[in-house]
């Protein structure tokens, strides 16, 4: 087998099922070099060995990710649509570097679906509507829509996603796959579309933990020009040294019952309850109840995004060899273009953001303060006073019906948690509501990815929760 | 061969996207590209007789394959 056969099936399985038949259109770019790439390779392995684990496998990249390739970088607007940067992002440097094939960039809710409140994830005006696997009528949940459902519907081997606030997890986990959000910092940022510094991270995202583990340890390493790596321990490694079924026997977890949608769903509560006898069985000791009191946190956390969204993208743009140089420049494109940018909803949060001021303000940085405060200290309070490994709680409900008209319809979640704090979390599938796929979130304190993964590979092993999705 | 591609999937996708009506020139486009590509990738996969089933296979087993 070569890694030229792998990359061909892979693309056969797009022509067939991504961009005709079922058409999940989660895929809005394929690389045009990815056979020459692979075949090089293979090349390179019959002469001197592999790399390392990722030598030849293809990985599937966000469109919001840079590639100073034939790929444009796009973060799925038209207003960006012949966008190419003149450097790979730092984490696809790192990627190329281990030897994997990019095999295309994928889909999104458009711009990490910060444009309108009215949004439909996993719509952008470039890719269309990406639909879920299981249930094509059905959302993918956003913004790594394309990543998610490339992964779930064997499109690739494993994709690379980003997140705000539940943007690897909620995709990941209602399309049946893993996803890890890491500790902010833990993967550089440089030549990623930013949305805000304070929360965005990316992640790996794969049909199992181990492959999730094996992606992540290729995307870390020190960028001397991303802020957060400096504020880091260097906790670049192995992520799969100790990944063993008995990873369970003797841990600590705290289960969350505060999170978003709690006791509205009894059957997603019933899975909950589920997983929590699973633990136990396994050998972990679960302590149940544990409430995070987030008030004033959501706020808080907006209103960051709003301010850091006008900063970092006009810095980004500024700095790129993009056509258009502001955030007020995307805004009157749109504006010029809303025929196809804007068929199905407006750009509210667009127009929100560019009202505001300089990171200088006090209205930004008191909020910054206290969403981190609220969010870290939740976490850190009941994981200190428990003595616990990890958190845990239903990372979504079951996947809703895509409206055009309506939006969005979230009934449950627990990513603002890890995603506020800018502490890590993993997503690893539990079991199906009514044949839609629901996953089980384990949440740490920073710098725990390692424990959490070895937590997370033990549930996955007891449970075998994930099924491919049919075609 | 021939007809086999010409009863694919892939084929059917060119009328698809010149019909698209919604999203604009520059959009459908730039999808009539990539469908040339996939069916150009799919033509030379043809080519190379039959590839093994990947379905769910993780990377340390696809590189123990290798």
Known sequence: MTSEQLVAWHLDRIAAIDAAGPALASIIDINPDALVIARALDE??????????????????????????????????????????????????????????????????????????????????????????????????????????????????????????????????????????????????????????????????????????????????????????????????????????????????????????????????????????????????????????????????YEV????????????????????????????????????????????????ADSKGPLSEPEYQEALADSKRIAQSGIDRALDEHDLDALIAPTNGPAWLTDHINGDSFSVGSSSYAAVAGYPSITVPAGFVSGLPIGLSFIGAANTEKALIEIGYAFEQATRARRSPEF | MTSALLASPYIKVIPSILSASTAGYARRARQYRRSLLLIAFVLLGACGGEAPDFTDVEITELHDRM
Request: hydrophobic fraction near 40%.
């Open chain 1, 305 to 352: 995004l709003l301010y850091e969204f006008k900063a970092d993208l006009n810095a980004y743009l500024e700095a790129s060899n993009a056509p258009l140089k502001s955030l007020t420049e995307i805004i009157e494109f749109n504006d010029a273009n809303a025929d196809a940018v804007m068929p199905h909803f407006g750009q509210d949060i667009m127009i929100a």
């Open chain 1, 44 to 301: 390179e392995w019959q002469e001197s060995g592999p790399r390392g684990p990722l030598h030849g496998i293809p990985v599937v990249l966000k469109a919001n990710i840079g590639t100073a390739d034939r790929m444009p970088t796009t973060a799925g607007s038209l207003a960006l649509l012949h966008h190419r940067p003149e450097r790979d992002a730092f984490l696809v440097r790192r990627l190329r570097d281990a030897g994997v094939v990019i095999l295309a960039k994928a889909n999104l809710s458009e711009w990490a679906n910060f444009r309108s409140n009215q949004s439909t994830s996993g719509w952008s005006s470039i890719g269309g509507q990406t639909k879920n696997p299981y249930l094509e009528g059905r959302n993918p949940c956003g913004s790594s829509s394309g990543s998610a459902v490339a992964v779930a519907a064997n499109l690739t081997v494993v994709a690379v996603g980003t997140e705000t606030d539940g943007s690897v997890v909620c995709p990941s986990a209602i399309n049946g796959i893993v996803g890890i959000k890491p500790t902010l910092g833990l993967v550089s940022r440089s030549g990623i579309i930013p949305l805000a510094h304070s929360q965005d991270t990316a992640g790996p995202m794969a049909r199992t933990v181990r492959d999730a583990a094996i992606l992540l340890g290729a995307m870390t390493g020190v960028d001397p020009n991303d802020p957060a790596m400096s504020k880091l321990p260097v906790t670049v490694g192995n992520y799969t040294a100790n990944l063993t079924a008995a990873g369970l026997d003797g841990k600590r977890i705290g289960a969350v019952r505060s999170y978003y949608g709690a006791g509205q769903r009894p059957a997603v509560d019933a899975l909950f309850d589920q997983s929590i006898a699973t633990l136990r069985a396994q050998g972990a000791e679960v302590i149940d109840d544990i409430q995070i009191d987030t008030s004033g946190m959501h706020d808080a956390e």
